[in-house]
Nanobody, 125 residues
Framework: QVQLVESGGGLVQPGGSLRLSCAVSGFRGDHYAIGWFRQAPGKEREGVSCISFSVGNILYTDSVKGRFTISRDNAKNTVYLQMNNLKPEDTAVYYC??????????????????WGQGTQVIVSS
């Protein structure tokens, strides 16, 4: 049974930082990717960043480039999303998701069949 557990969300002031973690268990196979998605109230779900455990490619949506960094710890089966210089528009529930693929991509959330429960990030003064 595949499980993804996010942690690390919270309330932070604009300009602050948070690090989200996604612990993955039960996933079979070597060719998979982890994606971070977010959904703000009244908005559609948005792909934020992803990383491939197969070929190692990394993607970011334009609005977070230069501020967010995705990384992985293979030994711990954990993916991190370091979020710096947070802005109010980053406020959302953040989800990590897993799917079988060589190259990670962010355009099709349907390619990620396994999802965590989400963690709330609030950026406010």
């Amino acid at each position: 049974q595949v499980q993804l557990v996010e942690s690390g969300g919270g309330l932070v002031q604009p300009g602050g930082s948070l690090r989200l973690s996604c612990a993955v268990s039960g996933f079979r196979g070597d060719h998979y990717a982890i994606g971070w998605f977010r959904q703000a109230p009244g908005k559609e779900r948005e792909g934020v960043s992803c990383i491939s455990f197969s070929v190692g490619n990394i993607l970011y949506t334009d609005s977070v480039k230069g501020r967010f960094t995705i990384s992985r710890d293979n030994a711990k089966n954990t993916v991190y999303l370091q979020m710096n210089n947070l802005k109010p528009e980053d406020t959302a529930v953040y989800y990590c998701a897993a799917g079988n693929m060589y190259w990670c991509e962010l355009s099709q959330a349907i390619d990620y069949p396994y999802w965590g429960q989400g963690t709330q990030v609030i950026v406010s003064s």
